[in-house]
């Protein structure tokens, strides 16, 4: 639960630098959400389970602002902190 509070302090942080230059508080939070979502990575665990990694190979080729993805997670897995 750290990272989400850090992650929501940071868009917070970035909405108030955006409402000073301007924005209305509404379209300074939701771009502030947009960039940190569009610059988020994380790593994936069992991406060589049934071929994904051919999944893979056919998400990296695609445009950006041609993808939505969802990622599940299995509960049955254990969280590595």
């Not at 990272?3 to 929501?8: A, E, H, P, S, W």
């Not at 960039?35 to 998400?59: D, H, P, W």
């Amino acid at each position: 639960m750290r990272d989400i509070n850090t992650v929501r302090k940071a868009v917070a942080t970035m909405a108030n630098q955006l409402h000073k230059l301007g924005y209305s508080l509404s379209q300074a939070f939701e771009t502030a959400w947009k960039r940190v979502k569009n610059s988020m990575k994380c790593r994936v665990a069992g991406v060589t389970y049934e071929k994904r990694q051919q999944l893979l190979q056919f998400i990296a080729g695609r445009k950006q602002e041609d993808l939505t993805v969802y990622l599940q997670r299995d509960r049955a897995n254990a969280i590595e902190e």
